[in-house]
């Protein structure tokens, strides 16, 4: 009888602590939504969307959320600089984590892992601003694939571009900081680095993106990296219908092309910034100015 009654408490004490990690990612969620100190602008931002709800953010796979006992509260933080985390600007920043394993509901049958902060959506003509840091021990997992965000519809086509780090799956360089467009939208899914894996380790890398997201020819998709203009993508910028989404994390795909178990992936993000104009993203603070940015072109 004791022994029995020892399971049940250890059976409730195991649903327990899988319901308080569930609890965790969700409010940590809800704070970083809040938190003038890591993201700024979206409070004004107004899109129902088909869910019915304005500007929703959220984590996903959503299935890990649901998963029992939970996902541990590894995957999405709040960190402080007082306790020794790379911080942008100010005392905090978002630390995401993906272990081998983390994969949840569709993830596990398609050879994938992932974390991702899903923020909804974009529409129209948009400024994006993010500061994303490599701790000096990031695991590459090339040939495997990780995504380090998208911007991504909120359907089933392919994301429209996405970040990663490595080049083109048939290539031989893994590390870094890339860009690739889909051909959905007129591009060619081959990537283009934007910064080398030596320049993301360690440090703080600003990424700002303006784009008029549209199906028409008259699209653009720029990015700047540490203030200078490094990509430009012309025409179409979504497929007619779609809505952007734009995602932050690390999403690992193709995971059945290195042997063993795939390693422990950490980055971090600060500084995440919405706007309908660059001069109200408020960059002076990280060193920019608006007028240098969009007087640049690409020779």
Known sequence: ???????????????SNGFADVKDVKNVLKKIKSNKDISTGFKKFRDSGEDGK?????????????????PGKHVLQIVKKS??????????????EVRNGDAWGWDVKKDRE???????????????AWSIYYPNDFNVIFPAKAAMGQFHNDGGNPPAFMFQNQG???GSEGGGYWIEADETIGS?????????KNEVLGKWNDVLVNAKWTH????????????????????????????QEHHLG?????LSRRPGPTPTQIVYYDEIRYAKSCKKLKIEDLGYLCKDLESQSLK
């Not at 060619?188 to 910064?195: G, Q, R, T, V």
């Not at 690390?250 to 193709?254: A, K, M």
Request: proline share 5%; glycine share 8%.
């Open 1 to 15: 009888m004791k022994k029995l009654l020892g399971i049940v408490v250890l059976g409730l004490l195991f649903c």
């Open 54 to 70: 304005t500007n929703n953010w959220r984590v996903t796979p959503s299935a890990m959320l649901k998963s029992k006992p939970g």
């Open 83 to 96: 306790d020794g985390h790379p911080v942008r600007l100010g005392k905090e920043s978002i630390r995401i």
């Open 114 to 128: 992932r974390v991702e902060l899903i923020i909804c959506c974009a529409s129209k003509t948009t400024w994006n």
């Open 168 to 170: 083109h799956p048939r």
């Open 188 to 196: 060619n899914n081959m990537p283009i680095k934007l910064l080398d």
């Open 216 to 243: 028409k020819k008259d699209g653009f998709f720029k990015i700047w990296i540490n203030g200078k203009l490094s990509y430009e993508h012309k025409g179409m910028t979504q497929i007619k219908g779609d809505r």
């Open 250 to 254: 690390v999403y690992r795909s193709y």
